[in-house]
């Protein structure tokens, strides 16, 4: 398996323009989160889906963040409009229910920079 | 609220030292405590996982132990090697509705010198 795909890997934007990150997670799991990381901040915890059904999205900063699974082989995170702190890396990573280990395999992530 | 605490200053030894890396934690209570490596560009990779019940854990040159008493995590590597230098993260898991949730620290950068 390739692990979990992100793109882009860079994304350099204006702010308020539209933004979407994407993800494949891994064939076979069950759940996908995003996450997004800042040296300030460190790896925090947006949503998370479960059979493509979004569980938590009590991380999510506001409504200019939105999250979309539509098939258990795709996923979106979309800011619009985006402003400069919303720049940070974004993480996506999969796991499977069945292990008992419940970790969690990341994606390269996307290095987003609002100007 | 909830913390998770990890040593922020770097951590720098010699080749061949035994590294300990310490995570805190307040108001949790973790069914499970990860501990992750990411190297820099990159996203963070499991390495071991132990278990509320469990004092110790070892996988090759890792160890692991938690004490919920004290509401911390010692990982220690063993024999380190310059290429152990990366950033690691702990993360506490927590069951929510069926689901087990990590939540993660912000790490300890680990500079191992040749």
């Known amino acids: 398996d390739a692990g979990v795909i992100q793109s882009p890997r860079h994304e350099v934007t204006e702010m308020g323009q539209e933004v979407t990150l994407r993800c494949k997670p891994i064939?076979?799991?069950?759940?996908l989160f995003w996450y997004r990381q800042t040296m300030m901040r460190g790896l925090e915890l947006l949503i998370y889906f479960n059979n493509n059904v979004p569980i938590d999205d009590s991380g999510m900063p506001e409504d200019r963040f939105s999250a979309k699974m539509p098939n258990a082989s795709f996923s979106t995170l979309k800011i619009q409009p985006s402003e400069p702190r919303d720049s940070a890396v974004y993480f996506c990573?999969?796991?499977?229910?069945?292990?008992?280990?419940?970790?969690?395999?990341f994606g390269p992530g996307t290095r987003l920079t609002v100007t | 609220s909830q913390k998770i605490e990890q040593n922020s200053e770097a951590l720098n030894i010699q080749e061949g030292k035994t590294a300990t890396l310490t995570c805190n934690y307040t108001n949790y209570s973790p069914a499970y405590l990860q501990w992750y490596r990411q190297d820099p560009g990159r996203g963070p990779v499991f390495l071991l996982l132990?278990?509320?019940?469990?004092k110790e854990k070892r996988k090759e040159r890792l160890k692991v132990t938690f004490d919920t008493t004290l509401k911390q995590s010692l990982f220690h590597i063993t024999a380190s090697q310059p290429a152990d230098s990366a950033t690691y993260l702990c993360a506490l898991v927590r069951a929510s509705g069926g689901s087990y949730i990590p939540t993660f620290g912000r790490g300890t950068s680990l500079i191992v010198h040749p």
């Open positions: 990573a999969s796991s499977i229910r069945d292990r008992g280990s419940y970790e969690q395999y």
């Open positions: 132990i278990r509320e019940n469990e």
């Open positions: 064939s076979g799991h069950d759940y």
